[in-house]
């Protein structure tokens, strides 16, 4: 998979033309954040997209990157995310869900690599509409609140983690697919902004502690303590058997994923400057020896 990602930008750049115009902008922004996963969500079946969101879950991230274009449609950028996200079933009006009454909040260190394709301007060029998707690297970490304490949730193994042989302690990094969409405001030739839906797609299920089935409570006590069963079943149903041993706690079907609502400036630098692609002005000119020459950088 990686190399076919590899390829796929290798032919992107070589057919993307001028590379003589390539010039690079630094970006600054900020963004809501918002949790998909098993925490939470729409009265019905969860899904893990859109239809799952909590607006009261709603968080903020903070971003600061670098995008390379390569010419008037094609760019490569890449950012580091500092995000947090959070999950809650009192939100939710499933009953199931809301009868769990599980709860998560963590941190978001992410480092991606994206390829825009810019695909639309507007007639008086100061809007610009792209797409893009690409890989990153994150860490999480799990934690809620119990009686005032804050717990982290992977260090008391609340699906059997710690108790169950075979069964090992979930990963606190994953691999992401970013995605999405956006708009890029032009300000002059030098600086635009940009507003966009940027969807992660994640390889893990346990960025909420949540996945499978719930355990023994004295299989967790024996492995834990009692803290550890307090922390796995925290349920106030009133549904017969709704938490015993076996019972479902989580869907292993369906990965975590999360988005952000982005804002974000971005100051372009180096030759070619043109705010955002789509330019139809040149390199920066300039008057040498009474005559009107074009830089090169």
Known sequence: MKRNYLILLLGLLTFNKPLKAQYFDLIL?????????????????????????????????????????????????????????????KYTRNRERQGRNLNFFTQIL?????????????????????????VGYFAFN???????TVYTLREYGTEGQYAISGKSPYSLNSICFPMGFGSKFILNKRSYFTVEVNARKTRTDYIDDVSTRFVDPNLLIAAKGPTSAALADRS????????????????????????????????????????????????????????MKCFEF
């Open 110 to 134: 992410e480092a991606d690599a994206v390829v825009e394709m810019n695909i639309y301007k507007t007639a008086d060029k100061n809007k610009i509409f792209y797409v893009f998707g690409g």
């Open 236 to 291: 106030i149903s009133d549904i017969p058997g709704f938490s015993s041993p076996g019972s479902i706690r989580g869907d292993p079907k369906n990965n975590d994923n999360f988005f952000f609502f982005s804002f974000a400036y971005n100051y372009t630098l180096g030759s070619g400057a043109n705010s955002g692609g789509y330019s139809n002005k040149g390199r920066p000119r300039n008057r040498v020896n009474g005559k």
């Open 29 to 89: 922004g900020a963004s809501s954040s918002h949790f998909l996963g098993d925490l939470g969500g729409k009265p019905f079946l969860g899904t893990n997209d859109l239809q799952d969101l909590d607006i009261l879950s709603t968080r903020y991230a903070l971003t600061a990157g670098m995008r390379f274009n390569m010419g008037k449609v094609f760019a490569l950028r890449t950012n580091l995310w500092y995000a947090r996200l959070s999950g809650n079933d």
């Open 142 to 148: 799990p934690k809620t609140k119990l009686n005032g």
